[in-house]
């Protein structure tokens, strides 16, 4: 938590939580989650998601002429504000994609535009953009995010 509170104070990531910073990290749809670690801290953060937002998996979906069901969605990638710039968020990414790969899914991804440290870091990994959505939350909070994949990872 105090990871996550240090990168929404110095970052604004993530734009917008319903409900707590804690219920944004412990989704139910969540597949798997991993943590990198530096001297005992925590200083990152990644997980994969069975599902995404709807218009994201959507599009997703009709850019990898998958099923939505075949897709799965990197999630929460965020590293501590003083640990950047190590490979630490490239590893993370690696790492829950090939998780995604080995699960027979498709890695995909959403990131606002704003975030433009973390489209660099995905552009700058191969990832490619699929385009530009509005994503609505439940609570009727809506936000731009640019669409991922991975055109390396196509899994068997």
Known sequence: MRLAEAVQDADGYPIHVTGSLRDFLVSRDGLAAWVAERDDTIVGHVALHGRGADAVVSLAAA???????RLGVVARLFVAPDARRQGIGRALLETAAGEAIARGLWPVLDVPPVHDAA??????????RAGLVTSRLGDGFA???????????RPA
Do not use: M
């Not at 850019?63 to 069901?69: S, Y």
């Not at 936000?143 to 990872?153: A, G, K, L, M, W």
């Open 63 to 69: 850019r990898l002429e998958q099923a939505t069901d």
């Open 119 to 128: 489209v660099r870091l995905y552009e700058a990994c191969g990832w490619v």
């Open 143 to 153: 936000t731009e995010e640019i669409v991922f994949f991975d055109p390396r990872s």
